[in-house]
Nanobody, 111 residues
Framework: QVQLTESGGGLVQPGGSLTLSCVVSGTAPARYAMGWHRQAPGKEREWVATIIHSGTANYADSVKGRFTISRDNSKKTMYLQMNSLKPDDTGVYYC?????WGQGTQVSVSS
């Protein structure tokens, strides 16, 4: 069984930066895609970014140019570097991969 654990959320001012991490534990496939979704208050969960095993990444238009997804396969860890944060980026961020989902980490962007 696979478990995913996020960390790195918090409160930041508009224009600030945060880095989220997601660690995979348990028995995972040799190769798997990973990614992030987020859910703002009162809104549906939306896709943010995906990265495959080789490192190729894709982003939602709303975060392209501001967010960078990366992974360290040796550490079974994925990262989301978030720059130029906006209040609209506020929400719970969930990581997924290897057939599992994390419990979510809160990101709040406010002055």
């Amino acid at each position: 069984q696979v478990q995913l654990t996020e960390s790195g959320g918090g409160l930041v001012q508009p224009g600030g930066s945060l880095t989220l991490s997601c660690v995979v534990s348990g028995t995972a496939p040799a190769r798997y895609a990973m990614g992030w979704h987020r859910q703002a208050p009162g809104k549906e969960r939306e896709w943010v970014a995906t990265i495959i095993h080789s490192g190729t990444a894709n982003y939602a238009d709303s975060v392209k140019g501001r967010f960078t997804i990366s992974r360290d396969n040796s550490k079974k860890t994925m990262y989301l570097q978030m720059n130029s944060l906006k209040p609209d980026d506020t929400g719970v961020y969930y990581c997924y991969g290897a057939g599992g989902w994390g419990q979510g980490t809160q990101v709040s962007v406010s002055s």
